[in-house]
């Protein structure tokens, strides 16, 4: 593995570990954080892994009205987060063609609400939430090989999710214990369509209690499908819902749903998409605007055949390397252009003369 790459993720493992834990966070109320990839869809996450070496990165930023509304009682409704604007920062490695270890970094930019008692603290505007350590392994569907452009077929990957507790004290970011989450995901891509799916079960190591609520075990879903929008190509549409419930009550049960695009430019893919709650959890979004960037640095060399990418006339054709024309990245099938194909061409670089190659060897009949 390249050195860079080995130094990008053991940096980005020592800002976790010296962020400042918190004992007292409450409550992480935060229900969206985005794919690492563009092989994902908007929260939902894809089967496929970057390949080896290689890497994503990517920025999301999300506003969500009326995430935490708690009914007091003799008092009503009290909107104790009213308005927040969140953002995500994720990196992705590939390790090997079928693994990938990737970080999501939350962070609540502006929040505002209300107090549940006069004596309660206010909410503060900021907050640094729990950051992410996934670990994805794809084993069902093709090797995440960089020089494979058509990404087709179904796909089938686990992926582990550990929430370190280093959420702000009462800005409802964090908790104070570590949290996993084991997800099985399955996916089938075809032709730029995409369906995916996502079943997990989110396990608390500690059960405790906040806002009167208790915090226990939940399962998690999500299904989403992707659509190319052919007279507008490259971009394509999405359409996703995602939820989790502990099977106890309404305030314990969160499900959402949004539609969006994403437009692929190269290197770079834009995604914008808006929803809402489609129940009264904790977390659910009256309302909620998603926008976001990835950014996937491309191979120099794309299709592996030694020729830069930069002077490869042919990139995602890796070059045949048999002494005829090595230089142009393209594959020559049939070095001597005489419809002999090379393989079966016994004089591969001598033309056979037309009309003296009577047993089609490649090579001219000799004079009797």
């Not at 009682?73 to 104790?80: F, P, S």
């Not at 507790?165 to 891509?189: F, I, K, N, W």
């Not at 369906?195 to 059960?207: A, I, K, T, V, Y």
């Not at 052919?230 to 539609?259: H, K, M, N, Q, W």
Request: glycine share 12%; with cysteine.
């Amino acid at each position: 593995m390249r050195r860079g790459l080995l130094g990008e993720m053991a940096w980005a493992l020592c800002l976790l570990l010296a962020l400042p834990l918190s004992a007292s966070a409450q409550l992480d109320i935060e229900r969206f954080i985005p794919a690492l990839d563009a092989d994902g869809f908007l929260g939902v996450q894809g089967t496929r892994t970057p390949g080896a070496e290689r890497t994503t990165y990517s920025l999301f930023g999300s506003f969500g009205s009326s995430l935490l509304v708690i009914d007091r009682k003799g008092v009503g409704e009290i909107a104790t987060v009213e308005q927040r604007v969140g953002s995500v920062f994720s990196f992705e490695a590939g390790l090997g063609e079928r693994v990938a270890l990737g970080l999501s970094m939350p962070m609540v930019l502006y929040q505002r609400g209300d107090r549940l008692r006069p004596v309660d603290p206010e909410l503060p505007a900021q907050a640094l939430a729990d950051p992410l350590v996934h670990l994805r392994y794809r084993f069902i569907g093709d090797a995440g090989d960089p020089r494979v452009t058509q990404r087709d077929g179904p796909g089938l990957a686990l992926q582990l999710t550990t929430a370190l507790p280093a959420g702000d004290d009462d800005g409802y970011a964090g908790e104070p214990v570590m949290r996993t989450e084991l997800q099985l995901l399955a996916d089938m891509h075809l032709l730029g369509a995409g369906l995916g799916s996502s079943l997990g079960l989110r396990h608390r190591f500690e059960r405790r209690t906040a806002l009167n609520v208790e915090l226990r075990d939940e399962m998690t879903f999500g299904a989403a499908l992707r659509v190319p929008i052919p007279p507008l190509y490259p971009l394509a549409g999405i359409i996703e819902f995602r939820g989790a419930t502990d099977f106890a009550s309404a305030e314990t049960t969160a499900v959402e749903g949004e539609v969006g695009a994403v437009l692929p430019l190269g290197e770079w893919s834009i995604t914008l998409a808006a929803g809402t709650g489609l129940s009264s959890g904790v977390g659910t979004p009256a309302a909620r605007v998603i926008a976001g960037f990835r950014y996937s640095p491309a191979d120099p060399d794309s299709d592996g055949d030694g020729v830069p990418d930069e002077t490869d006339q042919c990139p995602p054709l890796p070059e045949d390397l048999d002494g005829h024309e090595d230089t142009d990245g393209c594959p020559d099938p049939d070095n001597d252009n005489d419809l002999v194909p090379d393989i079966d061409d016994l004089c591969p670089n001598i033309e056979a003369i037309e009309g003296r190659d009577d047993d089609e060897d490649g090579c001219t009949d000799k004079l009797r």
